[in-house]
C-alpha cells in the first residue's frame, strides 16, 4: 500500500484488518478444525477487490507499452496481450 501512495494511516488500518483472520474447515462430517490464516478479508467484503488492486498492481507494471504489451485487471482476473506481426 505504501509503495502505491496510500497515507501510512490507512496502511496501518488495512494491516490491522487483515491481520488475525480464523477459519473453520470440515470435511466428509468430521469435526471442524480451527485455521489461522496469515491475512484475508471477511467473505464478501466490499473492500477485498480494492485490496486485491492494490496486491497485485505491480503485475500491471511488468507489460512494457511501447514494445505493444499491455495488461488488464479487473475484479480478480488479470491477463496480458502482446501484439506483434509475426510470431
Same mark, same amino acid.
Given at each position: 500500500?505504501?509503495?502505491? +501512495?496510500?497515507?501510512? &494511516? ?6 490491522? %484488518? !487483515?491481520? +488475525?483472520? %480464523?477459519?473453520? !474447515?470440515?470435511?466428509? +462430517?468430521? $469435526? =471442524? @478444525?480451527?485455521? &489461522?490464516? =496469515?491475512?484475508?478479508? $471477511?467473505?464478501?467484503? =466490499? /473492500? /477485498? ?9 505491480? !503485475?500491471?507494471?511488468? =507489460?512494457?507499452?511501447?514494445? &505493444? &504489451?499491455? +495488461?488488464?485487471?479487473? @475484479? $480478480?482476473?488479470?491477463?496480458? @496481450?502482446?501484439?506483434? $506481426?509475426?510470431?
Amino acid at each position: 500500500l505504501r509503495k502505491r +501512495g496510500v497515507p501510512v &494511516e490507512y496502511a496501518k488500518w488495512a494491516h490491522h %484488518k !487483515l491481520k +488475525g483472520r %480464523k477459519t473453520l !474447515l470440515t470435511f466428509d +462430517g468430521t $469435526d =471442524p @478444525v480451527l485455521f &489461522e490464516l =496469515p491475512c484475508g478479508t $471477511d467473505q464478501g467484503c =466490499p /473492500s /477485498s477487490g480494492i485490496w486485491f488492486q492494490f496486491y497485485n498492481a505491480d !503485475l500491471l507494471d511488468i =507489460p512494457q507499452i511501447h514494445n &505493444e &504489451e499491455y +495488461g488488464v485487471a479487473f @475484479v $480478480d482476473d488479470t491477463a496480458y @496481450v502482446a501484439v506483434a $506481426d509475426t510470431m
